[in-house]
């Protein structure tokens, strides 16, 4: 083995020494490197997680307003039946008094004969003016008034 001068001794250990910061600086580079990769992964993964979270919230929520509509919907459905059973008691003459159509409450009532023994009650809430879509509707018989002969 060769003798090292100082000077040359000086040269290895600097270069010793430069390999090995250059490792350490290396390896915390890819230390930092993971690290940010991991914080990017965790703010991603929690994007995610925020992301669902929102929409199971707005599902519930819209779940809810569809199940206070539907109850809302029944009582006026059943309010208004119990409308058309008070009008299914109508004498013959009651219903000639209602023929066509009129505001009833918060109902449009329609009554129009079908034939001279026949009606046709028909109930559509009032913000259909069109009467397009019925909420109730229903055929009463009235038997026409006998005459008695003199």
Known sequence: M???TAHGELAIVREAL???GSRSQRSSGQRRGRVGAALLEALVAITILATAGVAMVAL???SLRAIDRARSGEIALRH???FLEAVALWPREDLDRHLGR???GPWLLEVERALPT???VTLTDSTDRT???PLLATALYRPE???EAP
Request: no cysteine; net charge neutral.
């Open 118 to 120: 026949l009606y046709i």
């Open 80 to 82: 208004a039946n119990a």
């Open 18 to 20: 430069a390999g090995v």
């Open 145 to 147: 008034a006998t005459r």
């Open 60 to 62: 519930a929520d819209e």
């Open 2 to 4: 060769p003798r090292l």
């Open 102 to 104: 009129r505001s009833e």
């Open 131 to 133: 009467g397009a879509h």
